[in-house]
């Protein structure tokens, strides 16, 4: 293997060795997962479209990519950056090895740095900006380029999908909104047997409404909630109107549109092991996430919105509900893909309003 190059914004940088695909030079915002196991759902997710991911587990790769467990078919990572991962990978699903599908999906890698220093980085001074090259004999005009590099703001657009489908069944009439929707989300209705019509993020509130759905689902996606305006305004068309349950993203564009506020995390929650209290059970779950914004809790106050699950570790806003309409969200994944299976009966919940079997989540 070749060497590759990791610079920070900060000026900090890290040698490794090359895997996955070849590049010259590839930025990304540098961001790490906490999860043991999942990584190819990890690279899946359209939510790290832009992002470099690093992995906090020290061995990735060891049961290789299948078939079955992609999130999406194209991924939009930008890059990955592991400890050590597993050249020769053992698994009766294998299909190829992280190496060879990262080639194959042009996605580049770096592998043998030391990413527990990294990751204590990102949680000291926050998520930054970074640059994958494969030398650094420039070192001061790299890092000049990556001082100047500012990400596009589109990222919604570019992963969401082009032209609404749908995938038949023959129970409750869902449209799902995709903003860079994970297909665990999908099947989880279609375990359930309703009919699902996927439009694109841009879809407006009349558009839904003619489609005479018994409910909307808001997906997970990418980037800054409040660059997604007009998801924003799709949320406000909608409420009073249709059952509305919202993931991730989709949890954040329901709290703008009832007039709530979000921030950007310092380092965010990526991961499948993040507990959540429910305030109305004194449940708590073992949760998947994976977001860098989140829903400001003293913003709901002058809002129709209360809150109904909090982050055990940092007091983030986990879960909302309208007060007058059958509108509710998570900010976590209930799909759970990866990830524990705690809140799965959420799925149930949202079903149960759209046919009127209970009043509250």
Same mark, same amino acid.
Request: aromatic residues 10%; contains cysteine.
């Given at each position: 293997?070749?060497?590759?190059?990791?610079?920070?914004?900060?000026?900090?940088?890290?040698?490794?060795?090359? &895997?996955?695909?070849?590049?010259?030079?590839? &930025?990304?915002?540098?961001?790490?997962?906490?999860?043991?196991?999942?990584?190819?759902?990890?690279?899946?997710?359209?939510?790290?479209?832009?992002?470099?991911?690093? *992995?906090?587990?020290?061995?990735?790769? @060891?049961?290789?990519?299948?078939?079955?467990?992609?999130?999406?078919?194209?991924? +939009?990572?930008?890059?990955?950056?592991?400890?050590?991962?597993?050249?020769?990978?053992?698994?009766?699903?294998?299909?190829?090895?992280?190496?060879?599908?990262?080639?194959?999906?042009?996605?580049?890698?770096? #592998?043998?740095?030391?990413?527990?220093?990294?990751?204590?980085?990102?949680?000291?001074?926050?998520?930054?900006?970074?640059?994958?090259?494969?030398?650094?004999?420039? =070192?001061?005009?790299?890092?000049?380029?990556?001082?100047?590099?500012?990400?596009?703001?589109?990222?919604?657009?570019?992963? +969401?999908?082009?032209?609404?489908?749908?995938?038949?069944?023959?129970?409750?009439?869902?449209? =799902?909104?995709?903003?860079? *929707?994970?297909?665990?989300?999908?099947?989880?209705?279609?375990?359930?047997?309703?009919?699902?019509?996927?439009?694109?993020? @841009?879809? +407006? #509130?009349?558009?839904?409404?003619?489609?005479?759905?018994?409910?909307? *689902?808001?997906?997970?996606?990418?980037?800054?909630?409040?660059?997604?305006?007009?998801?924003?305004? =799709?949320?406000?068309?909608?409420?009073?109107?249709?059952?509305?349950?919202?993931?991730?993203?989709?949890?954040?564009?329901?709290? =703008?549109?009832?007039?709530?506020?979000?921030?950007?995390?310092?380092?965010?929650?990526?991961?499948? @092991?993040?507990?959540?209290?429910?305030?109305?059970?004194?449940?708590?779950?073992?949760?998947?996430?994976?977001?860098?914004?989140?829903?400001?809790?003293?913003?709901?106050?002058?809002?129709?919105?209360?809150?109904?699950?909090? #982050?055990?570790?940092?007091?983030?806003?986990?879960?909302?509900?309208?007060?007058?309409?059958?509108?509710?969200?998570?900010?976590?994944?209930?799909?759970?893909?990866?990830?524990?299976?705690?809140?799965?009966?959420?799925?149930?919940? &949202?079903?149960?309003?759209?046919?009127?079997?209970?009043?509250?989540?």
């Amino acid at each position: 293997m070749s060497k590759r190059y990791l610079i920070l914004e900060d000026g900090s940088w890290f040698e490794g060795k090359a &895997f996955g695909a070849p590049i010259t030079e590839k &930025f990304g915002e540098v961001v790490f997962n906490t999860g043991m196991t999942g990584y190819q759902e990890t690279i899946s997710d359209p939510s790290y479209c832009d992002q470099f991911v690093v *992995m906090t587990y020290p061995l990735i790769g @060891n049961y290789g990519i299948n078939r079955d467990d992609f999130e999406t078919i194209q991924p +939009s990572i930008s890059g990955f950056i592991v400890k050590e991962y597993a050249e020769f990978p053992s698994n009766f699903r294998k299909e190829w090895s992280l190496d060879s599908f990262l080639k194959q999906k042009e996605i580049p890698g770096i #592998a043998n740095i030391d990413t527990r220093r990294l990751v204590k980085k990102i949680r000291e001074q926050g998520t930054m900006k970074g640059v994958m090259v494969e030398s650094i004999e420039d =070192l001061e005009a790299i890092k000049a380029r990556l001082n100047d590099f500012t990400f596009k703001r589109d990222q919604v657009q570019r992963v +969401s999908t082009v032209k609404p489908y749908v995938v038949p069944g023959k129970s409750e009439r869902i449209v =799902l909104v995709d903003f860079g *929707m994970k297909h665990g989300i999908l099947r989880e209705f279609t375990q359930r047997h309703c009919h699902i019509t996927v439009v694109p993020y @841009n879809t +407006s #509130a009349e558009e839904v409404l003619q489609l005479k759905p018994d409910g909307v *689902m808001l997906s997970n996606g990418p980037g800054d909630p409040k660059d997604v305006t007009v998801g924003i305004e =799709l949320v406000k068309g909608l409420i009073g109107k249709v059952p509305i349950f919202g993931i991730c993203l989709g949890h954040q564009l329901i709290a =703008l549109a009832c007039g709530a506020d979000t921030h950007k995390m310092k380092f965010g929650h990526r991961g499948n @092991n993040h507990p959540v209290k429910d305030l109305r059970t004194g449940e708590v779950w073992m949760t998947s996430q994976n977001h860098g914004y989140a829903v400001t809790q003293e913003s709901l106050a002058q809002t129709s919105l209360k809150m109904t699950q909090i #982050a055990l570790n940092d007091d983030t806003v986990e879960g909302l509900e309208h007060e007058l309409y059958d509108v509710f969200s998570v900010q976590y994944h209930p799909e759970s893909s990866p990830g524990p299976q705690d809140s799965n009966q959420l799925f149930d919940q &949202f079903l149960q309003k759209v046919t009127g079997g209970v009043t509250h989540a």
